[in-house]
């Protein structure tokens, strides 16, 4: 089971907090969400804050070797285009087809007049391929984070089915 609420039954949850003294309940929440988004925090469990650190240290690696490879295709001009795309979910250099084996790489598709071949460096596939492991890895924390809350507020179903009950 996973605990699912809206965001109105959430904020039901402070309803029962007038009703019933066990304030550890609402403390458990508000640990776990933030009440202003409704959102999993980012420091729900210190896992899941180690994750967050590292993707957002991959994705500033990420920024940093597609700078570093643009300028470098730019200096050699292999560019067919000023701008860095965005295709399949990675980034892209926009490289002359003429150029494209000069960038060790993936290339992801080529444009529709064929000048163009978008390629996705070697290095950025290696982090791309860590980032996604890594909101792999976000994703079942915070399965297992909502899970540990399911089975924390099922050993009460009774009371809080009851002080619900009178709240509605």
Known sequence: LTLLFSKKEFENWR???KYHSDKKWLSEIEKKFDTLSFNIKKNASSLLLKLYKSRDNIESNIQSKIKE???YAKNKNWLQDENVLWINERFALPIKVSCKNKING???KLSSSSKTAFVEPIELVELNNLKNQTEFEITKEK?????DLTNFFYQHKH???SVYSVIL
């Open 143 to 147: 399965k297992k984070i909502l899970s």
């Open 106 to 108: 993936i290339i992801h």
């Open 15 to 17: 309803q029962i907090s």
């Open 159 to 161: 009371i809080i089915q």
């Open 69 to 71: 490879n643009f300028e």
